[in-house]
């Protein structure tokens, strides 16, 4: 492995490891919802503008109308995204809400069609109706210890919604490609900022030195530096690997909830956790199907239509 590639392979697997331990942080933190994103924000905003600076990355010619635009279209979904995931962490276990979060390339199968004009194939739609018996698996399952079923429910509801909001935020980030990724990082904070301002200091700020360390770690290292890893593993690795990698997040976030909080997942739900994960998998590292001549025939055609 040549040292781009190492550099690149422990980059994406020290960001997936911070993101897998981001809702023990949200749950220790002993602070509303509103407020954990907006401290995040907040700390995000300050270390991403010292990160930009250092970089060179403060130039007015980066930051045009469209840029702007569709940044803080984007930063309004992620920070959407962070409230419904960090809310759904207390209703159904961080287990449960990562796994039902990973459907989120299915949310961007459907969007990408919508506005990008991405074609929808038959190995795609496989690849979905496996995530979709994943999800139904997960809902059919008891709730574990603590839980009530009608909060498991809504946890799971507040999943596919981060899900949903998280893949808007990617559509209008593929939208600005060439854009350096940590400027529309920090315009994303800077919007849930001042978003979630009215709420978060309207309730009582974080108390002595424990709330205060765990959301300036939220803000520091779960974002700035979680951002920093990620996007250069992204400039170094292909994109094989780059998904591949990714799936480091869930499994961290599974042992992190069975060590910290002592919640297991029912076989259903572990069996239904796979195949999220393998159809995920499938659609991220772009698995191929066996299929009949005559579909791919008319799914070639319709490529080159």
Known sequence: ???????????????????????WFV???GQPVTSVVFWRCVFGAITLVAIAWALGLLD???????????????GIAIVVNWLLLFAAYSH???????????????MLLGLGAVFLGEKITVTKIFWLLVSFA??????????????APEDYLIGVALSIGAAFFYAIAAIATKL???????????IQVITGTV????????????????QWSIVLTLGVIHTGLMYVLLYGAIQRLPTHMTGALSFIYPIAAIVVDRLAFGHQLQPIQIAGSVAILVAAAGMTLGWKLRLPSSIRKREREGRTA
């Open 176 to 186: 600005l490609k060439g854009t350096p990724p940590h400027l529309i990082a920090l």
């Open 195 to 210: 978003m979630l301002a009215p709420m978060a200091l309207a309730a009582p700020a974080p108390s002595g030195a424990t």
């Open 92 to 106: 159904a276990s961080i287990s449960i809400a990562t796994m039902v979060y990973n459907t989120q390339p299915f």
């Open 134 to 147: 994943g999800m139904l698996a997960i809902i059919s399952a008891k709730p574990g210890q603590g839980f």
């Open 27 to 29: 749950l220790m933190s």
């Open 60 to 74: 007015r010619r980066h930051f045009s109308r469209r840029m702007l635009l569709l940044s803080v279209i984007g």
């Open 1 to 23: 492995m040549n040292t781009e590639l190492k550099r690149g392979s422990i980059e994406m697997t020290a960001a997936m490891l911070i993101s897998g331990t981001i809702g």
